[in-house]
């Protein structure tokens, strides 16, 4: 089955700056890579997501990279905001009905420093 | 709309007990899925339903079943608790409606349990 990886697990930086959250996957069968974020006792909730036809997108301040060779999909988020501390997760599905299952990664906790 | 809706959203139960976690959604959707979340896992699928009348069995399924009782309602049962499955529990739903039609999950706010 799939298995994704994140790094890092924790991220510290000053407001302001940027911060790059990093995924590997394993199979190449994926194509579909979402980025939920989710804030402390809250549920999970979508904030960016790519398909494997597009190799970056972007939503303001967020935006997605993604190289399919390398099998690696990364987040970056610029002009860091105090209200961007959470922890973020990446994923990664195939293709299909009933494949549409999503393997997480481990989650990567930023915390953003006034 | 409510979106996806979960209950109770906290539960402590005896070792040994049983219990059924609730999960219905209004938005309309075909898949329904379960994932438990523990701390530095990330989040775990347990079970899923691709259509109503089909389950399957993700990741993590042992100590658990599932029923897809009718397209709005996807509920998860523990028959005998043990205190590993001592967890968060999130269920969720996508649209689904054709093949390569990737969409988003929508998640519950979850249901804490805690096995003593």
């Known amino acids: 089955g799939e298995n994704v990886e994140q790094h890092p697990s924790t991220l510290s930086v000053q407001e302001g700056d940027s911060a790059v959250i990093k995924c590997t996957y394993s199979?190449?069968?994926?194509?579909?890579f979402p980025w939920y974020k989710q804030e402390l006792g809250k549920r999970p909730q979508l904030i960016i997501d790519?398909?494997?036809?597009?190799g970056e997108k972007k939503d303001q301040r967020i935006a997605v990279t993604l190289n399919k060779t390398a099998k690696h999909f990364s987040l970056h988020i610029t002009e860091t905001q105090p209200e961007d501390s959470a922890v973020y997760f990446c994923?990664?599905?195939?293709?299909?009905?009933?494949?549409?299952?999503?393997?997480f990664g481990t989650g990567t906790r930023l915390t953003i420093i006034p | 709309n409510a979106g996806v809706t979960q209950t109770p959203k906290f539960q402590v139960l005896k070792t040994g007990q049983s219990m059924t976690l609730q999960c219905a959604q209004d938005?309309?959707?075909?898949?329904m899925y379960w994932y438990r979340q523990d701390p530095g896992m990330g989040l775990r699928l347990i079970y899923y339903?691709?259509?109503?009348?089909?389950?399957d069995k993700g990741e993590v399924p042992n100590g658990y079943n599932v029923s897809r009782l009718n397209k709005r309602e996807f509920s998860l049962r523990l028959e005998s608790a043990a205190p590993s499955q001592t967890s968060v529990y999130f269920c969720?739903?996508?649209?689904?409606?054709?093949?390569?039609?990737?969409?988003?999950?929508?998640f519950g706010d979850g249901t804490r349990l805690s096995i003593l």
């Open positions: 790519i398909r494997s036809n597009v």
């Open positions: 339903s691709a259509s109503e009348g089909t389950t």
């Open positions: 994923a990664a599905s195939g293709l299909g009905f009933g494949n549409e299952k999503l393997t």
């Open positions: 199979d190449s069968a994926s194509n579909y």
């Open positions: 938005m309309n959707h075909n898949s």
């Open positions: 969720a739903s996508n649209p689904n409606r054709r093949l390569g039609s990737n969409q988003p999950q929508h």
